[in-house]
């Protein structure tokens, strides 16, 4: 803090041109000195101590000499001021590639329907109508929305199921392939 008294006094004087009174020392000054550790040497002393006697005639400042004046201030005090400790942020830890899920072909109707005919789907489900079961436009309908529906389908063409749509029971179908099952599935879930 003293340093920074010293550099603005120093600063005003090289603006203004004169310097302040010199301070009368006062009993506490010797006690003071005595306390300072050994590193105050010289620069420590006041700059007063070093101006002659009388006062300098007031010089006319230019505005560009006080703008200058003003910067190395800021400048002097930017550098005192006391800096915000920085916590060192860790490094991110290297991101893995997430794993890619195979891109499943998209299926075509007529594929679908030529898999829904081969595995006797057809015999109790039609595209628009009831049958004996749902259509699947309706099971569609009831399923839109629900992220894990193919998965439960494809179940449920295997081992079958009742009580979802009525009293009549789906027959279990445990041969189709679960390739298979998931394009059936995806298909009656992909219609409006």
Not at 3 to 27: D, F, H, M, R, W
Not at 137 to 152: I, L, Q, T
């Amino acid at each position: 803090m003293r340093t920074q008294n010293i550099l603005l006094v120093s600063l005003l004087v090289s603006l203004y041109g004169c310097q302040p009174e010199a301070p009368k020392p006062t009993a506490a000054a010797p006690a003071e000195s005595s306390a300072l550790p050994a590193q105050a040497g010289p620069a420590a002393q006041p700059v007063a101590s070093e101006a002659p006697a009388m006062v300098r005639q007031i010089e006319p400042v230019s505005a560009e000499k006080t703008a200058q004046t003003k910067e190395k201030i800021a400048a002097v005090v930017k550098e005192q001021a006391p800096q915000p400790a920085v916590a060192e942020k860790p490094a991110p830890a290297p991101v893995e590639a997430a794993p890619v899920a195979k891109a499943e072909p998209a299926v075509s109707e007529a594929d679908a329907m030529q898999l829904a005919k081969k595995n006797n789907c057809l015999a109790c489900h039609a595209v628009d109508k009831k049958v004996i079961g749902p259509s699947f436009k309706n099971v569609a309908a009831k399923y839109r929305g629900d992220a894990g529906a193919e998965a439960r389908l494809a179940d449920k063409i295997a081992k079958g199921g009742s009580g979802v749509w009525g009293a009549m029971a789906m027959p279990a179908s445990p041969k189709i392939s679960e390739a298979d099952r998931r394009v059936l599935a995806k298909y009656v879930l992909s219609l409006k």
